[in-house]
């Protein structure tokens, strides 16, 4: 491994590739070898390219958030979508309110909201090794599960076939310890926005730097009241709006039926108009169940 100035570097004999690292106050929180496990041939480049792309939009958040004796061993994107999602909402602002950035470093795993280029917009969660149990990779649906200490369990999905055969070794050589307190806190841990510290489930202002959070009986809440409110509080704007406008164009065609209906007898069957009538309170519950899908994924501050 090469070193400069302000940089990490590693070139590889034989290899006409060399990758470069920013490495801010000399700081190296990188280990090169395990991040670009392969630097020969050009899909092996390919990804170094896209990998070293990631990494340095997610360089700065890193180097602020990362302990002084932390390491990171790897990182790729990872789809944060949740099972409701997936049944519901498979649609393009769902992708597009699901991109992430998963972190792997020698105490934990870190997972960033980004956006579609990579760049962080908030800190999801975290998961400390100590608290994995154990872990199932499924290639072909591209997705990684982590089974918790406390019976909880969270899953990555649509990740590269590669970056999953890479992170099987890499877990495949950690030891889980599991002599901590079975706890909801002690596992999958929201984090602050603002100080990067740990936050108590059910806290939605952190004790450090007094940084408030939305928190997700409001957003369940304002769903109940009015279908994409609760995504617009949670600040899925566009969403939100889309599904609100959806939902208001829905209920005025329903009451025009119902007006032609009175109107005319026997030009609507009832059971029509009370099926129509089921369909809409279906999606209202569809669009509770997603919003608080998105409400647990971490913390969305007040102001950001």
């Not at 940089?7 to 395990?34: C, F, K």
């Not at 599991?178 to 489930?201: F, G, R, V």
Request: glycine share 6%; charged share 25%; hydrophobic share 45%.
């Amino acid at each position: 491994m090469g070193e400069e100035v302000g940089e990490q570097s590693v070139v590889e004999e034989g290899a006409d590739s060399e990758v470069l690292v920013p490495s801010a106050e000399g700081r190296q929180i990188y280990d090169l070898e395990s991040i670009f496990p392969q630097r020969k041939g050009f899909r092996a480049r390919r990804r170094n390219k896209s990998k070293l792309r990631l990494v340095e939009r997610v360089d700065a958040l890193l180097f602020q958030m990362l302990g002084p004796d932390e390491r990171v061993l790897f990182l790729c994107k990872a789809t944060g979508m949740e099972r409701w999602e997936m049944f519901f909402e498979v649609n393009y602002f769902a992708w597009r309110y699901n991109y992430g950035t998963l972190v792997l470093t020698n105490s934990r795993i870190i997972s960033i909201e980004t956006t579609s280029t990579g760049n962080p917009k908030y800190i999801r969660r975290q998961v400390k090794l100590a608290n994995i149990i154990r872990f199932d990779i499924r290639r072909f649906f591209q997705t990684l599960t982590l089974y918790l200490a406390d019976n909880e369990k969270t899953t990555f999905r649509w990740m590269n076939p590669h970056d999953l055969d890479h992170l099987k070794n890499l877990l495949g050589e950690v030891s889980f310890q599991q002599d901590i307190p079975i706890s909801k806190e002690h596992c999958y841990q929201s984090l602050c926005y603002s100080c990067y510290k740990p936050m108590t489930e059910g806290l939605y202002v952190c004790p450090n730097c007094q940084t408030e959070y939305r928190t997700p009986k409001k957003a369940i809440l304002r769903s109940l009241i009015l279908p994409g409110w609760g995504k617009i509080y949670l600040k899925r704007t566009a969403y939100g709006l889309l599904e609100l406008l959806g939902f208001l164009v829905v209920v005025l065609i329903f009451l025009i039926l119902i007006m032609v209906a009175v109107s005319t007898p026997g030009v609507i069957p009832a059971k029509f108009l009370i099926f129509f009538f089921l369909a809409i309170m279906m999606h209202r519950l569809m669009d509770v169940l997603v919003t608080r899908a998105m409400a647990r994924k971490g913390l969305v501050p007040v102001k950001a």
